[in-house]
């Protein structure tokens, strides 16, 4: 009898064991890292409708951005004309599944609603004028998702790209129209006022891209900790993490966080993907390599790549609550199939960087 039980026990500790073992392997991007942070990807109106892609996103991620559903020109194209449709069905698949909404994007040079620049005779409008529309647009756009939206990207890419001025003093802005209207950086200031009174809960980020480059890094930390010490409302920094195979190396990413988390105490990593080629960033044009197979040498090497992103991110984990990829697959995109940038390949099958992640591999 004794012995019975004896077996019975074991047999159970082993099923248990076995279960887990079984288990932990199959575990999901988001179980895998929940005691670090929330794992999010960027959806087109496919990954939610599709019911083999939809699953997937359930599965694996906690956290969704809308890829352009909720930028400005997709729900405010004309004065006084709101498109809601496609942001309102990310919405209600977050709501209906419990998964937390990153908001993206309120304010961008790029797919913005144009029609706020300009009069009647397509003139320049005053800075006023720009106000009073950027106050009516991210006022409504925020009460409309309060509910199920956590956090903001408020000001998308106000920083410039490139050296700095050799010669003085150097302007940090990208010239933008916004900067053409006011001339100094007014409008990002008013922008996260805006928000704030909008919905005094929700995380509001200032979020950019090639945020790694020691250059952009340092005009990045100076104007937010300016902005923050003169009462701005910035909660947090978003790093874009459009990287590639080559860079940026892991002393630039864990010099870069270290700086952010100096002075926000919440960084995102909000657009992740790793191509094969040596662009990076999120400018519009770019190459899609087309018909280019990706080789054995640049497999390793974004596996490498993503392991070291990850392994800094979770030495951040204080401050890191997300990290979203841009994109569910390698299909879905913005870079096209044959840069290869995702954990997903065009079946939606998962990569070995997929594994490497998960498993918190240390190439
Ligand atoms: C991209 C989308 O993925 C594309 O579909 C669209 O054509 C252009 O914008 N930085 C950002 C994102 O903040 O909103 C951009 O998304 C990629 C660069």
Redesign the pocket.
């Known amino acids: 009898m004794i012995m019975k039980k004896i077996l019975f026990f074991a047999l159970c500790g082993l099923s248990v064991f076995t279960g887990a073992n079984a288990q932990d392997s199959e575990k999901s991007l988001k179980e895998a890292y929940k005691d670090y942070f929330m794992i999010g990807v960027?959806v087109n109106q496919r990954n939610i409708s599709d019911s083999m892609q939809s699953s997937l996103v359930r599965r694996e991620f906690n956290s969704i951005t809308a890829?352009?559903d909720m930028?400005p020109v997709s729900v405010h194209p004309e004065e006084g004309k709101w498109t809601w449709e496609k942001a309102d069905r990310i919405a209600n698949f977050c709501r209906q599944n419990g998964i937390k909404l990153r908001g993206?994007?309120l304010m961008?040079h790029?797919?913005m609603c144009e029609w706020m620049f300009y009069d009647k005779q397509h003139n320049l409008v005053s800075k006023e004028v720009l106000f009073e529309r950027m106050r009516e647009h991210i006022h409504t756009v925020v009460n409309r998702y309060k509910d199920v939206v956590y956090c903001w990207d408020v000001f998308?890419?106000a920083i410039k790209d490139g050296p700095r001025n050799p010669e003085g003093m150097d302007q940090p802005l990208r010239e933008s129209t916004f900067y053409k209207i006011c001339g100094n950086d007014e409008y990002i200031r008013k922008a996260f006022q805006f928000a704030r009174e909008a919905d005094p809960n929700a995380i509001l980020f200032y979020?950019d891209?090639n945020e790694c480059d020691p250059v952009k890094r340092d005009r990045i930390y100076e104007m937010v900790k300016e902005m923050k010490a003169a009462g701005v409302p910035i909660d947090g920094i978003g790093m874009?993490g459009?990287y590639n195979i080559y860079g940026p190396s892991e002393e630039d990413i864990e010099a870069a966080v270290s700086k952010y988390a100096e002075i926000v105490d919440h960084i995102h990593v909000t657009?992740l993907d790793i191509r094969v080629n040596k662009e990076m960033g999120?400018q519009?044009r770019f190459s899609r390599n087309e018909n280019a197979k990706i080789t054995e040498e640049q497999k390793q090497m974004q596996e490498v790549k993503y392991a070291t992103v990850f392994r800094v991110m979770r030495q951040h984990a204080d401050k890191m609550d997300c990290v979203t990829f841009?994109?569910l697959s390698d299909r879905d995109s913005?870079l096209g199939v044959n840069n290869y940038p995702l954990p997903f390949d065009k079946e939606y099958k998962p990569k070995n960087a997929y594994r490497v992640i998960r498993d918190f591999g240390n190439k």
Request: hydrophobic residues 30%; proline residues 0%; without cysteine.
């Open positions: 960027a890829e352009n930028k993206h994007a961008w790029n797919q998308n890419e979020n891209y874009q459009h657009e999120g519009l841009w994109n913005w």
